[in-house]
T-cell receptor, first 113, second 114 residues
């Protein structure tokens, strides 16, 4: 499968600030990437589908203005958590689909204080 | 919409023994894919095994095998000769044809007892 790099792996930010998470497909041109959120001891919840060169498709209940997704190239998608609040603290994971299956980034643990 | 159900929140197995994790799904589609992913404490999602719905033969990857019952919409994972490193959260996932997102079950936490 594809090789996916996600950064940062861990970030702490102050309430009200913004945080950007990067997801890179290192060896596969990804027209589509997926962003998930995972709360402790729970499953992965799809937040949005990131489409290269066009707007992301958000799942119902996900605030588009809070979770900004940009997919400007075939190898990079970014998720920006704007005006972060403590309830945004979570584990965020990106995923790339290739012909074999889906490869996941290593995830980003966001803590908002 | 497709749904995936894992009815066993937790399972345990003795080292070197065999354990089976259950998964059922609901879909009206005929072309789809099923996956088992492992998530260890590092939280990295690792693909364990995948099955194409059009294939009747059950997938096998070393100590991991599946029992795919298409008519019953069942997709269980069997782990043989369990090892301590198998301890993790296991997620069953469904994907429609095309580049569509995975739909996950709630997961089963597997403990391996030495």
């Amino acid at each position: 499968g594809a090789v996916v790099s996600q950064h940062p792996s861990w970030v702490i930010c102050k309430s009200g600030t913004s945080v950007k998470i990067e997801c890179r497909s290192l060896d596969f041109q990804a027209t589509t990437m997926f962003w998930y959120r995972q709360f402790p001891k729970q499953s992965l919840m799809l937040m949005a589908t990131s489409n290269e060169g066009s707007k992301a498709t958000y799942e119902q209940g996900v605030e588009k203005d809070k979770f900004l997704i940009n997919h400007a190239s075939l190898t990079l998608s970014t998720l920006t958590v704007t005006s972060a609040h403590p309830e945004d603290s979570s584990f965020y994971i990106c995923s790339v689909g290739d012909p074999y299956g889906y490869t996941f980034g290593s995830g980003t643990r966001l803590t908002v204080v | 919409a497709q749904t995936v159900t894992q009815s066993q929140p937790e399972m345990s197995v003795q080292e070197a023994e065999t354990v089976t994790l259950s998964c059922t799904y609901d879909t009206s589609e005929s072309d789809y894919y099923l996956f088992w992913y492992k998530q260890p404490p590092s939280r990295q999602m690792i693909l364990v095994i995948r099955q194409e719905a059009y294939k009747q033969q059950n997938a096998t990857e070393n100590r991991f095998s599946v029992n795919f019952q298409k008519a019953a919409k069942s997709f269980s994972l069997k782990i043989s000769d369990s090892q301590l490193g198998d301890a993790a959260m296991y997620f069953c996932a469904y994907r429609s044809a095309g580049n569509t997102p995975l739909v996950f079950g709630k997961g089963t936490r597997l403990s391996v007892i030495a």
